[in-house]
């Protein structure tokens, strides 16, 4: 016979499958109570009618042995509660809803223990009670509770009770698991799943995007304060619905310092509002359910807090590509709320609560606002050092960003992994949904190194892009030592580089200079003193104020190019920066009206943005045509975490002009010799998938390089945490069908120390 294993002390025969302890209160009558009576409150979680005829409810001290009965009768209905009156106390309050059942049992209000017993027997236990024959269910609260299942709840007082979570469905076994210490909110058989008391902050959020309660005032509405900032605090309701849709938390607005503390079971009446960040200037951003010119009651301090919501592995798994499934117009508008599906709503459905991130991975340095990018472990689609990659079809909903508004975040690059569990409340301000971390994150270092690129071999022309975004004399010497060091040691001195983001004399200050001489000069000393080649430079000044950038800031492209391995500059001057360059037919032979000269500058095409710079080169006596490109930035898109789905990008009709005017120019260069060497490179500010890329490569003219990448490769750029391409190099055929190497050589955008925030990339092809 196999051995006998006696039950622990406090723990039940089996989980109840219908008639549970839904709530229990002792400070009825007490000072400060809002009830005048103790009270013990029923639960069926089952699906038939159950009769409690002839049970009891009996209570004994926490330590006693001794108990007190109150006999029941009636029949509890699936999703019904019943309500025990108990004895009342000397001071005052509020009478309970009608009682179901009388009794006049007098219980603690901090500590005790309540048992539901299928029979009129008294109970004889100080401990082991929850095993005793009869006993249904059982409620061992306040730490010095004698008997409990499982741990007993935490302590209550005149002005809490102990409450069953998910409006008395829940059930483990445990009471410290299964209950919450908050406001009593008494429910009589009247009384559905969860209703009762208070407005509740699940049926304030409702399952949308906004509240359905939005502008109506709201009374005595509970929860545990979970984080409290300067202007207002994050409340959320320990005793959750069994729906993932509706949020439990809420922000509290107070307008000034909350008053509250972090831990505090308080009611709150105020106004429901919907507060959407940035003020005019925020209309694309989602709002923010709030409560208003709120009067807040608290009712104990040190309340256990809500456990936090895990997001990812063994917790709510976000969707893994779609951002909404609103295919036009305003979401808050659109209804069709879908947390499971799209993660704009799976977000939302969380907003103001707890949530926890196990081993979170960082997709993205942290930023000069404090926030980092982070992923849930799981996430598919990362790149091969530990991003996450955009993709055409998918925008990374499973992102999110963690900001250091309640507790400083720590410093970070991508690849690192956030060890252990991060908590904090989620938040949402310019576009982006957000976790306030509510203390410092620990940091397991990913070791992410930079890369460097092979040395071109002989024959072979090495060609470069580097965006230095917005490089001035002023700068320190300190990021001209930087760039030099990139350009020498990771590019390996590139026989040409185009760079990007070359500001000025007098960098952004708006007094008319538009030369860049001293800052070229600056970087080509800084290069030689790396142990660099002697850089020789070719650019054009722009009009002042009329290239976009920084006001004053005048940035333009510029060739920088070295001579001791094979290639030459040729010079055809004459153009200044309004003179359109074009392409001569010289007996069969392309070539450039000038050199450099500016592509169509007068276009419309390139107003307020760089125009292109068109250089001619000779490698080893062969012509090579070299136009580099600053294309319009993606100022004035729309969010892809925004109000309006699917999210609209003005900022791509000025791209697409501007490529197709550069696509004409090459296939004029192309017309003349289609085996022309040409190279398309810099910033396009678009994406490999783009139309941008579409109508440069349209027809097989242009080969672009970042597509030939496998996916996991595919960046230059990490915006939001979403590594993304937005440099390119693009050859012409007779290049592409050369055995060349192409490297993103990733140095920047992954690392919170930065040079710039673009990786650059180069070319090596062979041309003997």
């Known amino acids: 016979m196999g051995a006998l294993t006696a039950l622990p002390a406090g723990t039940a025969h089996a989980v109840s499958p219908d008639i549970v302890i839904s709530q229990v209160y002792g400070g009825g009558g007490n000072s400060g109570a809002p009830y005048t009576n103790d009270f013990i409150e029923l639960y069926n979680r089952g699906t038939t009618p159950v009769s409690v005829t002839g049970w009891t409810v009996q209570y004994a001290s926490a330590a006693g042995s001794s108990w007190s009965r109150t006999t029941l009768s009636g029949t509890i209905a699936p999703g019904k509660y019943h309500l025990v009156q108990e004895a009342a106390g000397a001071g005052s309050g509020a009478a309970l809803p009608a009682p179901d059942s009388t009794g006049t049992i007098a219980m603690g209000a901090n500590a005790g223990k309540v048992a539901l017993v299928t029979n009129s027997t008294a109970l004889t236990c100080s401990t082991g009670c929850a095993a005793q024959p009869g006993v249904k269910d059982f409620v061992g609260y306040g730490s010095t509770a004698s008997s409990a299942e499982g741990s007993p709840t935490g302590n209550l007082a005149n002005t809490t009770a102990a409450l069953r979570a998910a409006g008395g469905a829940t059930d483990t076994d445990s009471n410290a698991a299964d209950f919450a210490v908050t406001a009593p909110t008494p429910r009589n058989s009247s009384s559905g799943g969860g209703g009762g008391g208070g407005t509740r902050i699940h049926d304030i959020q409702g399952a949308a995007r906004t509240s359905p309660k939005a502008g109506q005032p ?95 592995t063994g917790g709510r798994v976000p969707p893994a ?124 270092p990913g070791g992410l190194a930079a890369e460097t690129t092979a040395a071109p071999a002989a024959g072979e022309l090495a060609t470069a892009t580097f965006n230095v975004e917005n490089l001035a004399p002023g700068d320190p010497q300190s990021k001209f030592d930087g760039l030099a060091a990139a350009v020498v040691n990771n590019l390996r001195s590139p026989d040409l580089i185009a760079l990007e983001e070359i500001q000025d004399n007098s960098g952004a200050t708006d007094n008319g200079v538009v030369a860049a001489d001293q800052t070229v000069a600056k970087l080509v000393a800084a290069i030689g003193a790396a142990g660099g080649p002697a850089y020789s430079s070719r650019q054009i000044n722009p009009v002042n104020d009329q290239d976009g950038g920084q006001p004053g800031g005048n940035i333009r492209q ?61 490698w080893n006596g062969r012509p090579v045509f070299v136009i580099a490109n600053h294309f319009n930035s993606k100022g004035g898109d729309q969010p892809l975490f925004g109000r309006y789905q699917q999210p609209s990008r003005p900022s791509e009709t000025q791209r697409h002009a501007q490529a197709t005017v550069v696509k004409n120019f090459t296939d004029q260069i192309l017309a003349v010799d289609p085996n022309a060497a040409v190279v398309v490179l810099g910033d396009l500010n678009d994406f490999e998938f783009s139309q941008t890329t579409d109508l440069l490569t349209a027809g097989g003219s242009l080969v672009d390089l970042p597509r030939t990448l496998p996916l996991a490769e595919r960046y230059t750029y990490v915006y939001e945490g979403n590594s993304q391409v937005l440099d390119h190099i693009l050859i012409s055929p007779a290049l592409a069908a050369k055995a060349y190497s192409y490297d993103i050589v990733h140095l920047n955008s992954e690392f919170a120390t930065q040079l710039s925030d673009h990786d650059p990339q180069v070319v090596r092809i062979p041309l003997p």
């Open 218 to 312: 709201v009374g005595a509405v509970p929860g545990v304060v979970t984080a409290a900032g300067p202007s207002g605090y994050w409340l959320q309701d320990p005793l959750p619905d069994a729906d993932p849709a509706t949020s439990e938390a809420v922000y509290v607005y107070t307008a000034g310092a909350p008053g509250v503390a972090v831990g505090d079971s308080v009611t709150v009446d105020a106004t429901v509002s919907e507060f959407r960040p940035g003020g005019t200037g925020g209309t694309t951003n989602l709002t923010i359910t709030e409560l208003t010119g709120p009067t807040t009651t608290v009712l104990a301090h040190n309340t256990a807090l809500p456990a936090a919501t895990v997001v990812g």
């Open 321 to 444: 590509s779609v951002i909404s499934g609103v295919t036009t117009g305003d979401v808050e508008t659109a209804g069709n709320f879908q947390p499971a599906t799209d993660g704009l709503d799976f977000w939302e459905s969380l907003e103001g609560m707890r949530v926890q991130l196990n081993g979170a991975a960082v997709v993205g340095p942290r930023s000069s606002f404090g926030e980092i990018p982070v992923v849930p472990q799981g996430s598919t689609t990362r790149t091969s050092r530990g991003g996450i990659l955009l993709q055409a079809a998918d925008g990374n909903p499973e992102r999110v960003l963690l900001d250091d508004v309640l507790a400083p975040t720590p410093t970070v690059n991508v690849g690192d992994t956030l060890s252990g569990a991060t908590v904090g409340v989620l938040d949402y301000s310019f576009g982006n949904f957000k976790l306030l971390v509510t203390a410092t994150p620990a940091v397991t």
């Open 558 to 618: 510029v060739f920088l190019y070295r001579t001791d391995r094979g290639l030459t500059f040729t010079d055809r001057p004459g153009a200044g920066s309004t003179t359109a360059n074009s392409v001569v037919n010289s007996a069969g032979t392309p070539a450039l009206a000038y050199s450099p000269g500016r592509i169509d500058p007068a276009n419309t095409a390139f107003n307020a943005s760089r125009k292109p710079l068109a250089g001619e080169f000779r």
